[in-house]
């Protein structure tokens, strides 16, 4: 044999020397596997373990999730952690099951997804007295009324079969307790939209807000599309005032002036539109007609002159 057959021969070896070990290996019930999908029906999915035969896990022993499609979730190609419950199913395969892996491997799992702020995409399964039900890697998770939404949930019947992004704020591996929030991604989302519209607002815009509050050191103002912004007491009028409320009351409709945009934060005055109406009328005082004709030269100053 050429060196050059011996040299292919070798690597093609070294190839397969894995595969053909894990063909030799010997299977347990309460192993935990790892193996590739390659088939999917909507009642089971198969698995290439690089074994002499091949694993199935049936849909019952899947989840327990009863929103889970099968068919729509589980892909050719994926990799799937489950565990032995019999070594032979009738036709030579491995029954496998990943709930009972799940049991073993989803709570780390989910420990990291709440370390690290995962944002994960679930579907709500049931409804409960005070929340709703979706599962997380095969887990029962609860999320209460109060972290659904950025306002209050009167009907949590409206929830069942939508999508919502949560992340994980509570695991209870012991008690087998799993709680998600999907707040908290609202909230950022929010803050962040909040953000590009105030950084759309120029300095010096006039426009027309509600007052929507009054505090000792001034009153804020709802300029509407989610904006509000601060009329700092100093800022209401001219005269000095104790408090906002000698001026305003909540419910008002008022003009303002932003004077600064700091922060993701607005700066607002009433008391500027009083400057900029000054400014205004002395503009119009200085302006003259266009059909007068001023005059400039020392002859005709002198000749209004009486001496």
Known sequence: MAEEEKVVAAESMADFEDELNASLKQIHEGDVLTGTVIGVTEEEVTLDLKYYTEGVIRLEDFTDDPTFNIKEEVHIGDEISATVVRRDGGQGQIMLSRKEANAVLAWDKLKEFMENKTALTVKVAGVVKSGVIAYVEGIRGFIPASKLSLEYVEDLEEWLGRELQVRVINVDEEDQKLVLSAREILREKEALEKKARISNVAVGLVTEGTVESLQPYGAFINLGNGLSGLVHISQICEKRIKHPGAVLHVGDTVKVKVIAVKDGKLSLSMKALNDV????????????????????NLGSLFAKLKL
Not at 279 to 291: F, R
């Open 277 to 296: 109406a000054a400014e205004e009328i002395q503009e119009e005082t200085i302006d003259l007609p266009e059909s007068e004709e001023l005059s400039t």
